[in-house]
């Protein structure tokens, strides 16, 4: 049909480019400008701050406080997710639309009201620890604030809905019947797990890691109030950086290391899922 | 004997597979029902005896104490979270089309420029949208941080390319055969477009839009460097009251953010079923 479908993509590309261009080139360009505190800065162009990023074991270990945290996080949503979108994926009744419900109401939460659950389940004489002390796992009430497991299970609270749903995905892709011809022929359920399901879906579980690795490391909110100012995580970092030291340029090299970061590990998730499409292997 | 154990074994291999999954599910949905919990506290001596779970009591007494700059906070999350689903599905239903239906070169450019907003950690927006403004408040004397127009430019850019992902997905399983089938029966063009087309795509507008909506109204990262003392979205508002004045109101307001949350989601479900929202692409929360 002879509709000229071009136009309708001309004022969203403005707009888009606009803001995308603009608001990229201001701040990256802000970071090349000397710090000088209190929000003044230099008018030279300078490579100061990445020299003091790269050099700074202060700025250093809080690069790799933000990865540890992201791995483990991305790693355990991995753990947790995994069983749980192969049960709704496998289920026959109506429950598994139920099941699925669950998983997006808690993604629609914002992650704020999630943390106020967290600080009354993790309180000292809260449902948590009373239980724990009470069947004696702990000797004393387990806090998860101001440490990075307390980072973790936040971050855990916001990617855990995002993973379950792309591994349902992805395990949707394996057909059940090469699940019940390997049992036909004799392998136990660790078999088939062990033989078919991990095999096949790994190269989306690789991909799903990377995501989910990467919304970790550019997790602000959850990090910021389970960290409770004791636990920097880059995204922390720059929001402390420029709000509470003033200092503009430098939180705007902090934060185009982390962009820089998280678009290197964003090109090499989208290529493998590009490979896997060509496979067929996944439908994302 | 053999077939006994085989069936005990299987019995036994579910129930722990159900009780593992239970856990994930008690992991993810607890925060939330506690939250719900704790609002119908009564009013205590202490304020920290207000905070029990389960509650001890049945009251709505904290409700009817929620701050007023709470309820204003609300207000204007609601307002931006609107304001942010309509732009984006205005400049997100035409973007899709148009990288759809035609054929311009550079279309995978183009697509990468609609989903950069996705790719770029929101903190990052956040902090580059702030000297946006701050640069173009020092050219032209209007600063647009701490202002509606900031707020929405923001919420915005990170809210369309959800539109733009559903629609795709949408438009791509769309049969053009169809269209044509119309037009060969005489129906013009754009009669056709909004006859056949329109009413197939809607579901992903729906699902956008609604992604869009949650988008805005749960972020934190971009609103806390555009907002403004006494100007201020709600999950900002109580991100620092949390440092600040952590009080059982704040479990009451939450509450009422819950039921909002689900009652838009179950309106979207009902119009388009959630196995359509699903298929049009994951939520992906903020955060």
């Known amino acids: ?284 | 004997m053999k077939f006994v154990t085989y069936r005990l074994q299987k019995a036994i291999g579910r129930f722990f597979f159900g009780l593992y999954c239970s856990i994930s599910y008690i992991f993810l949905l607890s925060p939330m029902v506690v939250v719900i919990g704790t609002s119908l506290n009564g009013p205590t001596e202490n304020v920290e005896a207000s905070f029990t779970f389960p509650p001890d009591s049945f009251s709505l007494y904290w409700y009817t104490q929620i701050p007023e700059g709470q309820i204003d906070a609300l207000l204007l999350s609601f307002v931006l979270a609107t304001v942010a689903s309509l732009c984006g599905c205005l400049l997100g239903v035409p973007a899709a089309l148009g990288l759809v239906r035609s054929n311009v070169p550079g279309k995978a450019l183009i697509s990468a420029i609609f989903r950069a907003p996705l790719q770029i950690p929101a903190i990052v927006t956040g902090i580059a949208f702030l000297q946006l403004f701050y640069w173009i408040g020092d050219l032209t004397g209007f600063y647009w941080q701490g202002s509606i127009i900031g707020l929405a430019l923001g919420h915005i850019f990170i809210a369309t390319p959800y539109v733009v992902g559903t629609v795709t997905a949408i438009l791509q399983r769309f049969d053009t055969r169809l269209e044509e089938a119309a037009v060969i029966h005489g129906a013009s063009p754009r009669r056709a477009f909004f006859r056949v087309t329109l009413p197939v795509i809607m579901p992903g507008v729906y699902a956008g839009a609604l992604y869009a909506f949650m988008v805005s109204f749960s972020d934190v990262p971009v609103a806390i460097f555009l907002s403004s003392p006494g100007f201020v979205t709600y999950p900002v508002e109580i991100f620092f009251a949390l440092e600040n004045d952590f009080e059982p109101s704040l479990m009451a307001s939450a509450t009422l953010v819950i039921i909002i949350c689900l009652l838009l989601l179950l309106l979207v479900q009902k119009v388009i079923g959630l196995d359509a929202l699903l298929k049009v692409g994951g939520s992906r929360g903020v955060g």
């Not at chain 1, 309708?8 to 590309?13: A, E, V």
């Not at chain 1, 922390?236 to 185009?256: E, F, H, L, N, P």
């Open chain 1, 1 to 284: 049909m002879w509709v000229r479908w071009w136009i309708l993509l001309i004022p969203p590309l403005i707009v888009g480019f606009t803001l995308v261009a603009a608001s990229q080139f201001v701040f990256l360009r802000a970071s090349f400008f000397e710090d000088l505190g209190l929000g003044r800065v230099g008018d030279e162009l300078v490579i100061e701050n990445y020299v003091q990023f790269l050099t700074d074991g202060f700025y250093l270990k809080i690069l790799w406080v933000t990865v540890k945290t992201s791995a483990l996080a991305a790693l355990s949503t991995l753990i947790l997710g995994f069983p749980v979108a192969y049960l709704i994926a496998r289920m026959r009744s109506s429950w598994s639309m139920i099941l699925l419900a669950g998983i997006v109401v808690s993604t629609f939460i914002t992650i704020v009201i999630k943390v106020y659950g967290l600080i009354v389940i993790f309180s000292a004489n809260g449902l948590f620890n009373q239980t724990m002390l009470a069947i004696g796992l702990f000797d004393k009430p387990f806090s998860v604030f101001g440490n990075e497991t307390g980072v973790v299970i936040g971050l855990m609270h916001f990617t855990l809905g995002f993973g379950v749903l792309l591994l349902y995905s992805i395990i949707q892709t394996i057909p059940k019947s090469l699940e019940s011809a390997a049992q036909i022929h004799g392998a136990n359920r660790w078999r088939v797990y062990y033989r078919i399901i991990f095999p096949l879906s790994l190269p989306g579980v690789t991909a799903m890691l990377l995501m989910v690795f990467n919304m970790c490391m550019g997790a602000f909110t959850s990090a910021a109030l389970l960290g409770g100012g004791l636990v920097f995580t880059l995204p922390v970092m720059i929001q402390r950086i420029v709000m509470m030291d003033i200092k503009y340029s430098m939180g705007a090299t902090i934060a185009a290391v982390l962009l820089v970061s998280v678009i290197i590990i964003n090109l090499l998730s989208i290529y493998l899922l590009r490979r896997l499409r060509a496979a067929h292997l996944v439908v994302v």
